[in-house]
């Protein structure tokens, strides 16, 4: 054929490898392919030349495929050119839509079957063939003789309409033409089948008889609209099916049809049914609303991304875990959103195209969020397919950990302190006795030397090293359950200040305390004392070359829960801040286990004994620290609503006491050593080595008109009656008995609670000479 002959189709790709396989594919010695490479190039090209039809790629940058065929319908020339859609990414039915409501005689999705292709394009290319002819065969009549001419056209008008009403019953949709007081004047098969009516009944239908009463009335104003501009006009409207109530939806297009001078004619419509789209595209929306819905209502946070590994969703978890909002994730690489250390899983589970390979446990993580916080996380990562099994993303689900791994690090910590407690426990009551036989001694030697005679400063040196073996022994108590505080409502404001003040004397470090005085907590002072020591000592070995402490105390309230099991609720809060070497990440997790220091002459029990202390208090003690930059160590405890007593004034020293005091303890050196002492200070000694004799001995004294005034019994007797059940015999035989506990370890709550098991004081075990003294005193002035 010649060249000036053949048919012009054109095709348009922003791709030229994709254009040149069209036009491979559609080579034809009829046919003469033009390709465009673009939007803009398309709308020169359908100026210049006349095509049959065009296939237009929707996908193109700058301009797409839409935008390109609204302009080519605007433009008269272009207006009528059969356009078939053809893409490989945008399959969704709105795409669809979108490209009927354009216009667009079909819209075909890769990979598609070329023959039915070439058939479709032969239709168009007939068309355009036939319509060509006509034209011909006008121009060729116009030069005869006008009836031969007018005799030719109506044949050929004939013809051309069964063909175009051929064509027109060949496509799926239902086609029309309505006249402007809109009845219709043609209707192809398909449409006459879905409304189940003839020829006949078709002619001079009217619209109203078709279309839902509602959308006539919604959409009025479009329709005048439209009639009044004769403008194309695209919407969705129910059409009725057969002769019954039942209505389908259809996407309805309608164009103007003019006379030769111009004038409106008619409407063309095409409706195609969209019905079972629509239904299926409304449950598509109601199960991603309740699956949306599901997403932000569970604990667990849910990432989903698409095959390339960009962000899709993010539930209401993942927003407030990662930092992220969902309208500043979306299309953001999965790394950059979810960014996790310590979890090789990301990277055996994910392809360098980010779309997982693979399944597997939960494994744990670190999350690094937006703000650069951090959260344990136990991450699983799971490949979405579809039904034919072709990965379509991915499913990220993770969990926050942090509480339950801190609540388990706590554990272990507990765990260990209890181990050390065991062996604390059993080491304990023997040590102090000895420490006491010790101490006992050096107080009697002293007692028979004079000050300044270099014997006595060997009894003073003496004593401090057993007192300091007595706080290494407290230390151990501290770990063990026997080590329970002998709680009472203190001011820990003063005695944190006068701790820390003590602690920092004589060392070249400055202390600087501020304590809010008003702060009361139910505690062993002791050993709210010692754990003040301990991390001023702590601060000063921090910091060789001298520098500064920050000692605070305040109050604080706590409105949730955290994750350290503290309860909303009134604190007292303690903070030690120092300017010293700092602590790294690594030995942070270490430093309150017990023996575990960095310190050439530590003993690794200072930080353990505070823990200890703190958790024995129902309290937390934490450390917040870098390398270089100082630590600092905060403790919260539960502040009390108890009124602080009365302050009582201690008993004077007096030099000799009077009456009669019983000794019970298993130990012949404890009873000897005591014995010596009270005699000394001017009491009367009696002697029992358990319970039992204990018993007999005060009945005996009753009896004999010579009664004990105060009775002081051991805690623990191995193989024998102890102080608990002596004393409850004892107070039901003479319930005025006036009874001391003494012990060097227990692991009952007595000497916490010694009042509450009959006992008028209690006092630990090694002691001073002149604490036992003031405590019997104390006894015997009530």
């Not at 292709?117 to 030069?143: E, G, P, T, W």
């Not at 023997?430 to 004079?450: C, E, P, Q, S, V």
Request: net charge neutral; aromatic share 6%.
């Amino acid at each position: 054929m010649d060249a000036n002959n053949k048919i012009k189709i054109l095709v348009v790709d922003d791709r030229a490898d994709n254009a040149f396989a069209l036009s491979e594919t559609l080579n034809d010695p009829d046919y003469e392919v033009i390709t465009a490479l673009s939007g803009e190039q398309a709308l020169k090209e359908v100026l210049q030349a006349e095509f049959a039809v065009i296939l237009l790629d929707v996908q193109m940058p700058g301009m797409d495929g839409f935008e390109t065929a609204r302009l080519m319908r605007r433009r008269r020339k272009s207006r009528s050119i059969p356009i078939i859609f053809i893409t490989a990414i945008n399959k969704q039915d709105e795409y669809v839509y979108k490209g009927y409501s354009l216009g667009a005689v079909d819209y075909i999705c890769k990979p598609f079957d070329i023959d039915i292709l070439r058939s479709k394009i032969a239709v168009f290319v007939d068309l355009f063939r036939k319509n060509r002819q006509i034209k011909a065969q006008a121009r060729l009549i116009h030069d005869s003789e006008r009836r031969e001419r007018a005799r030719q056209l109506a044949q050929v008008k004939q013809r051309g309409e069964r063909r175009y009403r051929n064509l027109a019953d060949l496509v799926p949709q239902l086609v029309c033409i309505v006249a402007r007081d809109l009845r219709f004047e043609y209707m192809n098969q398909r449409a006459l089948a879905y409304l189940g009516i003839d020829d006949k009944s078709a002619v001079n239908l009217i619209l109203e008889k078709v279309v839902h009463q509602d959308d006539l009335d919604g959409k009025k104003d479009r329709w005048r609209e439209a009639l009044l501009a004769g403008a194309e006009l695209s919407m969705e409207l129910r059409l009725r099916r057969g002769q019954g109530e039942e209505f389908r939806w259809h996407l309805v297009h309608i164009q103007p049809e003019y006379t030769a001078r111009g004038r409106l004619r008619a409407w063309l419509g095409v409706a195609t049914d969209i019905d079972d789209q629509r239904r299926v595209a409304e449950a598509l929306a109601a199960e991603k609303e309740r699956l949306s819905v599901t997403l932000r209502s569970i604990g667990d946070g849910v990432i989903t991304t698409d095959t390339r590994g960009r962000v899709v969703l993010l539930n209401r978890a993942a927003e407030q875990l990662t930092g992220w909002v969902q309208a500043e994730a979306a299309g953001r690489p999965l790394a950059e959103v979810f960014a996790v250390r310590d979890v090789p899983c990301c990277q055996e589970m994910v392809n360098a195209s980010g779309i997982p390979v693979g399944g597997g446990p939960d494994r744990r993580a670190v999350l690094v969020g937006r703000d650069r916080r951090e959260w344990a996380v136990t991450v699983g990562i799971t490949p979405m397919r579809d039904a034919l099994g072709h990965v379509q993303g991915t499913a990220v689900v993770f969990r926050d950990v942090t509480d339950a791994q801190r609540f388990e690090e706590e554990r272990q910590k507990a765990s260990k302190l209890e181990s050390v407690g065991l062996l604390a426990g059993a080491i304990a009551h023997d040590f102090n006795n000895i420490l006491t036989a010790i101490m006992g001694n050096i107080a009697l030697a002293k007692l028979h030397t004079a000050v300044g005679e270099p014997v006595f400063d060997r009894l003073e040196e003496a004593e401090r090293a057993v007192l300091w073996a007595r706080d290494l022994t407290q230390q151990l108590l501290t770990f063990s359950k026997g080590g329970a505080p002998v709680k009472r409502p203190i001011e820990i404001g003063s005695v944190v200040r006068d701790s820390a003040e003590f602690a920092s004397r004589g060392s070249n470090i400055l202390c600087e305390v501020a304590v809010n005085t008003q702060v009361v907590v139910e505690a062993d002072e002791g050993q709210i004392r010692q754990v003040l020591h301990n991390l001023v000592l702590n601060a000063q070995q921090a910091m060789p070359e001298g520098g500064r402490v920050w000692v605070s105390v305040d109050e604080v309230r706590h409105t949730v829960h955290d994750g350290h099991g503290l309860a909303p609720g009134r604190y007292a809060q303690v903070v030690c801040r120092d300017e010293g070497t700092g602590i790294s990440k690594e030995i942070q997790t270490r430093i309150f286990d017990p023996y575990f220091t960095t310190k050439q002459k530590g003993s690794g029990l200072g930080l353990a004994t505070s823990y200890s202390i703190v958790h024995k208090h129902n309290g937390v003690i934490t450390v917040e620290s870098e390398v270089g930059k100082g630590a600092v160590f905060r403790i919260l405890l539960p502040a009390s609503g108890t009124k602080l007593p009365p302050l009582i004034h201690p008993v004077g020293r007096v030099r000799r006491g009077h009456g009669r005091i019983l000794v019970m303890d298993d130990e012949s050196f404890i009873r000897d050593v005591l014995g010596r002492l009270f005699t000394h200070f001017g009491y009367e000694v009696g002697y029992a080595k358990d319970g039992a004799e204990a018993l007999a001995a005060y009945k005996r004294a009753i009896e004999d008109d010579r009664p004990y005034h105060v009775v002081i019994m051991d805690l623990v007797i191995p193989g024998g009656m102890g102080g608990r059940e002596a004393v409850r015999k004892l107070l039901e035989f003479d319930p005025q008995a006036r009874v001391i506990v003494s012990s060097g370890y227990s692991n009952d709550p007595i000497m916490a609670n010694y009042r509450h098991y009959g006992f008028c004081e209690a006092i630990s075990k090694p002691y001073r000479n002149e604490e036992l003294r003031i405590v019997v005193q104390k006894v015997l002035a009530r």
